[in-house]
């Protein structure tokens, strides 16, 4: 019996290392391939053809001091300053590590109160403005970083942000046509303004 035993384990071994050996082959060659060789061919070639989007698209200013990213918005929220949209990224506005929207339905007082915490804010901001407040500019996107509105927001500020600086609300809007993203090809996407963007070509002219 002991024998018997013996030559059958000895028959198994042999068994096991050729279904083993592959195994181990392939899990190497895949963690090459998919952990280092493209990653590393991808982090390479977008670095040569579009290395600005490769690093976040970072915006620098005149003394190459990174002021922000053309990605994820900021936080403006002063009278002279053009806002963005509201973010859902808790405490910490347009954290990118809580990126995510607010998951409120319609009807949730929370988010009624978000929303009406906002038009009070713009109305106390701008009192004598009646336009109808557009809807990007008192709820929060799906990511909660948001850095570009409507033109229809921009326009809604454009009084309150010219009466704080002086400027005449028909330069102010030719600045804000000119900082305008238009749809791709005239069709696709809709015209949108970059808020930091804006702001800073707001900040030239002022």
């Known amino acids: 019996m002991n024998t018997l035993a013996q030559t059958q384990n000895a028959s198994k071994t042999p068994a096991r290392a050729t279904i083993l050996r592959p195994a181990l082959s392939v899990l190497a060659t895949l963690t090459l391939i998919t952990g280092l060789a493209y990653p590393l061919a991808t982090t390479v070639v977008a670095q040569l053809t579009m290395p600005n989007q490769a690093n976040g698209s970072l915006v620098v200013d005149e003394n190459g001091k990174v002021v922000g990213s053309a990605l994820i918005g900021q936080q403006f929220d002063k009278p002279g300053e053009f806002w963005g949209r509201l973010s859902a990224t808790g405490n910490k506005p347009y954290d990118g590590v809580n990126s995510g929207g607010s998951n409120l339905g319609p009807s949730n007082p929370a988010l009624i109160k978000a929303v009406s915490a906002r038009i009070d804010a713009l109305k106390k901001a701008d009192p004598g403005n009646t336009r109808p407040i557009p809807v990007d500019l008192v709820t929060a996107s799906g990511s909660g970083l948001d ?60």
């Open 147 to 206: 850095p570009d509105i409507s033109l229809a927001a921009a326009y809604y500020q454009i009084p309150r942000v010219a009466r704080v600086h002086g400027i005449g609300e028909a330069q102010l809007k030719a600045l804000v046509d000119r900082t305008a993203s238009r749809p791709l090809f005239g069709y696709f996407g809709e015209a949108k303004v970059n808020v930091l963007a804006l702001n800073r070509a707001l900040t030239k002219l002022h």
